[in-house]
């Protein structure tokens, strides 16, 4: 019972909430199912790269500046310059992005070699066993066919980032070295 002068409650708790909720109890199932599902897409294009391939471009604004990630596609320019075509560089498994322009000449050469890397290590399927064609890039022969590396499927990236190796220099102390201290440069340099 109210007491005191105070106005009738009147509380709202009759809410619909299984309306307003979600639960998640189906992540573990989910997590399976996505799973097979790269699997069943893994064996239906087998033996080609799972994943396309894709340039290697810098990030955008002052704070990604000096970072380099995966883009979304070969420029047209760079393509050209591998001496392909944007369409037969989609068929091959090479991801095409029509809207990106180079920013620096470094970077271009730098995709170029990359495309070039990848054309060299391509395995074409001839359609006729027994009539291999000449194009943009060749079909392969049959000795590479019947290789290791026609056999082999590329799950993940195709052709990876290299890290570049920081080699740790060595270099004995001096009698300069000595002599300076960390706190008057800091000190100096805050002036």
Not at 88 to 105: E, K, P, W
Request: with cysteine; charged share 30%.
């Amino acid at each position: 019972m109210a007491k005191h002068n105070n106005i009738v409650p009147n509380v709202h708790l009759r809410k619909h909430w299984q309306r307003r909720t979600k639960t998640h109890f189906d992540q573990p199932a989910k997590k399976l199912q996505r799973h097979q599902n790269r699997i069943r897409k893994a064996k239906a294009m087998f033996p080609r790269p799972t994943q396309s391939l894709r340039p290697v471009v810098s990030s955008c604004s002052r704070r990604y500046a000096g970072k380099v990630r995966y883009g979304r596609g070969f420029t047209l320019a760079e393509i050209k310059q591998a001496k392909l075509s944007a369409a037969f560089a989609r068929s091959v498994g090479i991801a095409v992005d029509h809207r990106r322009t180079n920013t620096s000449n470094e970077q271009l050469q730098a995709n170029v070699e990359r495309l070039a890397a990848y054309k060299d290590k391509l395995i074409l399927f001839p359609r006729r066993q027994d009539k291999p064609k000449k194009g943009q890039i060749n079909d392969s022969d049959a000795a590479t066919l019947a290789s290791a590396g026609a056999s082999n499927q590329v799950c993940g990236t195709v052709l990876p980032m290299k890290k570049p190796e920081q080699a740790v220099q060595f270099a004995a102390i001096s009698a300069d070295d000595k002599q300076k201290r960390a706190c008057d440069i800091i000190r100096e340099a805050r002036w």
